[in-house]
């Protein structure tokens, strides 16, 4: 049977990710699990809090009547009430049930807003270097995306913005805390963004990694800053529980023409074929909606691999937010670097899935003791990378 050009081509272009997996696979192999460090995924390797299982085992066992029911297609109207009151705390922005639409974690929230708002060659900017499923999401829609650069530091760039946008630009999405450069950016940065977007654009603040912090840094929030914003929300990394499909949309109700937005955005979530958001965790969520996994202990593993990455001569700053580091390459060609890291058992994602050549991202959601006991194998990689004469015959195996 046929497969669409469209999901061909897709499948294609998200190749960096599938090789990797393959490599893995391979790896293991060849040279046994514990022998593999695998910093592809960024797959939270924590369980989640307890108030978040302890809640869990509430709503079971309550097993209130009706409860595994369908519901209106934004979710139950009193989780959405309790999740708008703190967001109107935490913002200050009236927040009411109604502007809020549970969804199947950030990217059922990112599909249905991008479904409500495009037609077939709207464009939306992405700022590079960029989740690479952001592609697909806005493929999905009929959309455009079109890539723009960030400054040296990875902050957004307002001139470069400006630079980008056409008549059909529809929306920007920004990412912060980011992947996957760890970098959160700043209040100053996006208050001089805001200032160059037309009232035309909306701007999708893609949130899951907010209250992963480092260092006390502090997410801006960016859905006061910006006079045109949604949030998509999640509670994927930020309660280890990216399998349980659960976050939100949040609709300003400032935002020009929000009634229809929203009956666009909750038509879209339908039909999209979520239906709805999962119904137990919708009420698990709203039970502890602060509970967080221990962010010190990422930040010990961050810390952990950086001053050793820094000692050995790479360039790896130290993220502040989210859980990835993502540090230059020793050689320009980071597709190169990662066959030698590959060599040591060591799995990363070369830059150049992300849109930056010359880096790698490196996932610390690898349990300490492998970061550990990969050391060895990023300093051998380096030395060869940097010295490859005195490597070719001897350290590495074949
Ligand atoms: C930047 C970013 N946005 C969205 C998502 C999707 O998150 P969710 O599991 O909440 O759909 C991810 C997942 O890794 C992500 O890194």
């Known amino acids: 049977m ?121 464009e939306v900017l992405v700022l590079s270097p960029f989740f690479p499923e952001y592609r697909f999401y806005i493929e999905n829609h009929g959309g455009r995306m079109v890539l723009v650069e960030t400054g040296g530091d990875f902050q957004p760039d307002p001139q470069r913005i400006v630079a980008a946008l056409t008549p059909r630009t529809r929306a920007l999405i ?54 045109r914003a949604v949030i998509a929300w999640s509670w994927s990394k930020a309660m280890a529980i990216p399998g349980e499909r659960i976050g939100y949309l949040a609709l300003p109700p400032h935002l020009p023409g929000i009634a229809q937005l929203r009956g666009a955005c909750i038509m879209a979530n339908r039909i999209l074929g979520f239906i709805n958001a999962s119904a137990i965790w919708q009420w698990v969520v709203s039970a502890v909606p602060e509970a967080t996994v221990d962010v ?32 230059r390459t020793p050689i320009a060609d980071d597709i190169a670097f990662i066959g030698l890291l590959q060599r040591e058992g060591i799995l990363a994602v070369p830059g150049t899935g992300f849109g930056r050549s010359g880096y790698m991202r490196l996932s610390l959601t690898i349990p300490r003791e492998a970061i550990v006991r990969s050391l060895p194998g990023f300093a051998r990689a380096i030395e060869s990378a940097l010295f490859p004469a005195a490597h070719s015959s001897s350290c590495l195996p074949q």
Request: charged share 20%; glycine share 6%; with cysteine.
């Open 2 to 122: 046929r497969i669409s050009r469209a999901i061909a081509g897709q499948l294609e272009s998200s190749s960096w990710i599938r090789r990797m997996f393959e490599s893995g696979v391979q790896l293991r192999r060849e040279l046994g699990a514990k022998n593999v460090f695998d910093y592809s995924i960024g797959n939270p390797d924590v369980e989640p809090p307890e108030a978040v299982i302890a809640a869990l085992r509430a709503v079971v066992a309550e097993n209130l009547p009706r409860s595994h029911c369908y519901m209106p297609n934004a979710g139950y109207p009193e989780v959405r009430a309790i999740l708008a009151r703190r967001l109107a705390e935490r913002s200050g922005i009236p927040f009411t049930a109604d502007d809020i639409v549970m969804t199947n974690g950030a990217a059922g929230a990112i599909n249905a807003v991008l479904k409500a708002i495009l037609d077939p060659g709207d």
């Open 174 to 227: 920004l990412n912060s805390p980011n992947n996957p450069t760890g970098v959160v950016y700043s209040e100053a940065t996006l208050l001089a963004v805001n200032r160059v977007l037309p009232e035309t654009v909306l701007v999708i603040c893609d949130e899951p990694y907010r209250p992963l912090t480092f260092d006390g840094a502090v997410t801006p929030e960016a859905v006061r800053i910006f006079d």
């Open 296 to 327: 010190a202990y990422y930040q010990e593993k961050r810390d952990l691999l950086c001053d050793a990455l820094q000692s050995m001569g790479y360039d790896a700053p130290r993220p502040r937010g989210a859980f990835y580091v993502f540090p």
